[in-house]
């Protein structure tokens, strides 16, 4: 059993395997409350399925992933997302038939069980919610529009919105910025500064010029291990890293 | 720029409306189907006729449930002869009791119990009969013998996140197994004939015609009251979460629900519709029999909700009627044709209706009538020859 | 089962499962049409099962042929009639693909009711070009006999040429798919459609020769099911359903998988059989099922993917 820790995210000795291929092989990864930590790597270096363990869509073969010192690694995904965990995907995946403003209404976290669902309201608080929200995603202006009429960039933004409203403690961003124009990524950068002031966020990323202009800290997956960890320039110069990168 | 009371709920009266109905046309669509159950079928049928259509209606049900759980939720059952069954069989064995006194069975060797469990020599009445010794219990068992079934039936592969293909495969053996257990058990169900030979509900002959129209009546009635309940589940944060899951399951799971219990709900939800088509049937036609639910009678209810529109529930009424007609008018006259034609339908409406007439008058007949009254801000009441297709989208 | 001594059981166990032998080849070459189907197209077959009835049929006419036309070939026609069930439901499956099938991939709910129809088509052809009657072939001596292996244990014939048979196909299948050039396509389209497309591989072709293949093997399952029962147009029935339990038993893509499930539901539906009428066992039969995938919801034998 481990020990508790300070950390909001302690991942100890994390390994998965798909018929002896280990997609993520003894990672050890902690994350502080209030950082924003970047994960970068080829393709296939188990980037994603790390997101997929924390946030429960896959099992863990072995290891531990703490959350706030609760185990999350035998909760299932909406146990942990009821506990402070917010996940978007790597293509955006928003609810096209409805409107911005359903979209973000679904993920508002209250009555999310059978009962609490068929008598939930619209009250002023929850519309207020959603309109807040809506503003920091630039969406304001579209709350009634079909959400599949939306941009590709617009759809990530949306979705980000769709996890904001759940008012995580953590969130995890599968390349936030893809199909986004340069101008988008420039608004997407402040949004996610915005965000990262009060809560911790994980983010996979490929954009280099993107990850240089968030991130605190770096982490370099390869084959499911840690490569490399530390800031983008430390990063940048290490050889294996290069190497890696350049190998591939 | 938006305002709060924009998308804040509206007072109390006015809510409802809106969930009900959603909009004017709404309310017409709703309107104009009661107006042809309760009044156009009674005044244009013979009440032969009028039977036969309070008998389409009881699928009706079945139809409407499956608007919830596959139109709507995603999950599509083929076994919802299952719960039609289970209620229909509730009711039967009411009214079988009822009409097994034991004056009316003298001549039996056991006298006072159904007349197929003393051809089977069985000479004590089931345990599991005495419930329908009472009408209070019987109608409480319509509601909840389908939903523990249904429960039962789905909560481990729920929650084993069986959904698709599976689960449809899976619902049409469970049908199968209820056929071949129903079968199996002449002595206790009345085996391939079924319980026939119902006379009366507590005491009132349901046989006469006066019996059959007000039954009609009760049918018709009951359905509206279910499309209500229906269209109120749908218009709530509940019917959102469905209409989400079916396509974003994974995105729904990450907004923090937890999936399994909705979708047994629903599946639950549709389930007890289903029952109460059941014992609609029962009441109306006078008997129960196990091939009323097998696997065909099963994947003809889908094919009306398919027919009518599997997204929209006043379609799906629309369907049950339609196809039970087409079904009436050619199968006796045109048998070979009839196979051919239904096997076709299925079809065609997956290839080239995939809404059914619903989307037929949503995409089409919807354009075409606006244009003959640019003015009016609804479709006013069309020609009744063309209500099979007057299937306005319920959404 | 308290009537019988430990020895009796066992007997009838070992008896139960010879004469299981041949509807444990139906259900494996039946499951394996549909997980090549399912697997390649995301098609769900429901009218899978009529193409076993049009085996059947071709074995019952082809005999009767022979019967009246040719009878020198009475004890070997036989073998021509397995190739030509392979061949009339190969053909018939490749212009059903040809016009149906290929308008339906990847919509495989949808693919449930429109191959429902079709099975309903079929049958109402079978009923009005064939006829309504049950029907079954004038089988040689042979076929019918059975070998026995001591006084308590008889083991048909038919059932097992049908076994080699069915291990000659499921091997020959094996090897075609991954020694031939058509079955090289045939997993490059099951994995990746688009991709094999743009590689200038016909994947349409592709599609028609392994749906075409698949009904085939159901025709040779139709051919030996004269052995077992008389033919009529909706015999099928009774074999889709647990056609399909014995797949998604299998666990949906493991052919072994597929075996032990068709070799466990079909030993299991002969041993209830010899103690219990056929419904009841039925009953018997599925509850296990059920219960069985309320267990291992993915199946006995689902391999780990990555989604």
Not at chain 2, 17 to 26: H, I, M, T
Not at chain 3, 215 to 238: D, H, K
């Amino acid at each position: 059993m481990p020990s508790n820790t300070d950390f909001l995210l302690a991942i100890e000795g994390l390994t998965v395997s798909f018929d002896g291929f280990k997609a993520v092989d003894d990672l050890t990864l902690y994350l502080s409350k209030g950082e924003l930590r970047v994960i970068i790597g080829p393709n296939g270096a188990g980037k994603t399925t790390v997101l997929d363990l924390i946030s429960g869509k896959t099992r863990a073969t072995s290891g531990s992933i703490r959350y706030n010192n609760t185990e999350l690694t035998t909760m299932s995904e909406h146990q942990i997302v009821r506990a402070g965990v917010g996940r978007k995907f790597q293509t955006p995946s928003i609810y096209e038939k409805l409107t911005v403003f359903e979209n973000l209404e679904i993920s508002y976290p209250w009555g999310r069980t059978v009962l609490g669902s068929l008598q939930f309201r619209r009250s002023e608080k929850v519309v207020e919610r959603i309109y807040e929200v809506a503003k920091e995603i630039f969406l304001d202006d579209m709350l009634d529009e079909q959400a599949e009429l939306l941009s590709h960039g617009q759809k990530q933004w949306l979705e980000i919105g769709m996890l904001l409203v759940q008012n995580p403690d953590l969130v995890m961003l599968d390349e936030p910025v893809a199909g986004m124009t340069a101008k988008e990524r420039d608004a997407t950068a402040e949004l996610l500064r915005k965000i990262a002031k009060e809560r911790s966020i994980v983010i996979i990323e490929h954009d280099m010029d993107f990850v240089a202009k968030i991130a605190d800290q770096v982490t370099v997956l390869h084959l499911g291990k840690i490569l490399k960890e530390g800031s983008m320039d430390e990063v940048r110069n290490d050889p294996e890293v290069q190497e890696v990168y350049l190998g591939h | 720029m938006n305002t709060l009371s924009n998308h804040t709920d509206s007072s109390f009266g006015k809510l409802l409306y809106e969930r009900l109905f959603k909009n004017k046309e709404g309310v017409i669509a709703f309107i104009l189907l009661a107006v042809v159950l309760l009044l156009v079928f009674p005044l244009c049928l013979n009440t032969f006729r009028l039977n036969l259509t309070g008998k389409y209606l009881c699928y009706a049900f079945v139809a409407i449930g499956l608007v919830m759980c596959w139109g709507n939720a995603g999950i599509l059952s083929l076994g919802q002869g299952m719960f039609f069954g289970a209620g229909g069989y509730c009711m039967a064995m009411f009214l079988k009791l009822e009409a097994s006194d034991p004056e009316s069975t003298a001549i039996q060797s056991t006298p006072g119990i159904p007349d197929f469990m003393d051809w089977n020599q069985v000479t004590e009445l089931p345990w599991f009969w005495f419930p329908f010794k009472s009408f209070p219990l019987t109608i409480a068992l319509i509601f909840i013998l389908p939903a523990v079934l249904a429960f039962l039936l789905s909560v481990f592969y729920f929650k084993g996140r069986v959904t698709g293909v599976v689960f449809a495969i899976l619902t049409q053996s469970m049908v199968a197994c209820l056929w071949y257990f129903i079968v199996g058990n002449q002595g206790f169900f009345g085996g391939i004939n079924g319980i026939t030979d119902l006379r009366t509900l507590n005491g009132w002959d349901i046989r006469t015609e006066s019996a059959q129209k007000t039954l009609y009546y009760v049918c018709s009635i009951l359905l509206l009251f279910c499309i209500l309940v229906s269209r109120y589940v749908l218009s709530t944060r509940l019917g959102r979460v469905l209409l989400a899951q079916r396509d974003k399951e994974m995105r729904v799971r990450f907004s923090g629900y937890n999936l399994t219990l909705f979708r047994i709900f629903i599946f639950c939800f549709a389930a007890v519709l289903s029952a109460i088509g059941g014992a609609m049937f029962t009441l109306q036609v006078g008997f129960m029999s196990p091939n009323l639910v097998g696997i065909q009678p099963s994947i003809d209810m889908v094919i009306f909700t398919a027919v009518g529109g599997r997204e929209s529930l006043l379609g799906a009424v629309y369907g049950a009627l339609a196809v039970n007609a087409a079904k009436t008018a050619f199968s006796e006259a045109y048998p070979t044709l009839w196979m051919f034609l239904y096997g076709a339908t299925f079809i065609i409406i997956v290839l080239y209706l995939p809404k059914g007439l619903a989307g037929l008058y949503d995409d089409h007949i919807k354009k075409w009538i606006f244009k003959l009254k640019p003015k009016s801000d609804s479709g006013t009441t069309p020609p009744s020859e063309d209500l099979e297709k007057e299937v306005p989208y319920a959404k | 089962m308290g009537g019988y001594t430990a020895q009796e059981i066992y007997s009838i166990v070992v008896m139960q499962s010879f004469s299981g032998v041949s509807l444990l080849c139906i259900y494996v070459l039946m499951g394996l049409g549909l997980y090549i189907i399912f697997g390649q197209m995301g098609v769900i077959n429901m009218a899978h099962a009529e193409f076993l009835v049009l085996g059947s049929y071709t074995m019952c006419l082809f005999s009767k042929f022979i019967t009246e036309s040719v009878p020198a070939l009475e004890n070997i026609y036989v073998f021509l009639a397995i190739p030509l069930s392979f061949g009339i439901a190969f053909g018939v499956g490749y212009l059903v693909e040809w016009f149906l099938i290929s308008r339906l991939y990847k919509r495989p709910l949808d693919t449930l009711l429109a191959t429902w129809g079709l099975s309903l088509i079929m049958q109402q052809c079978f009923r009005t070009f064939i006829g309504a009657r049950e029907m079954s072939a004038d089988l040689p001596e042979w076929l019918l006999g059975s070998w026995s292996v001591n006084d308590s244990i008889d083991i048909p014939i038919s059932g097992l040429i049908l076994l080699v048979l069915t291990i000659f196909l499921t091997g020959g299948l094996v090897l075609y798919t991954t020694k031939t050039r058509m079955g090289l396509r045939m997993r490059a389209t099951t994995q990746n459609r688009q991709m094999t497309g743009a590689l200038g591989i016909n994947t349409k072709m592709t599609d028609r020769v392994s749906f075409g293949i698949a009904c085939g093997i159901s025709g040779i399952a139709g051919a030996f099911f004269t052995t077992m029962a008389s033919t009529s147009p909706s015999a099928g029935t009774n074999y889709i359903v647990d056609s399909f339990l014995v797949l998604v038993v299998g666990g949906l893509g493991s052919l072994f998988g597929l075996f032990i499930s068709g070799a466990f539901l079909a030993l299991l539906s002969s041993i209830l059989e010899f103690f219990m009428t056929g419904s009841i066992a039925k009953v018997w039969l599925y509850l296990v099922i059920f219960v069985v995938l309320m267990k291992f919801t993915k199946g006995l034998f689902s391999d780990k993917v990555r989604s």
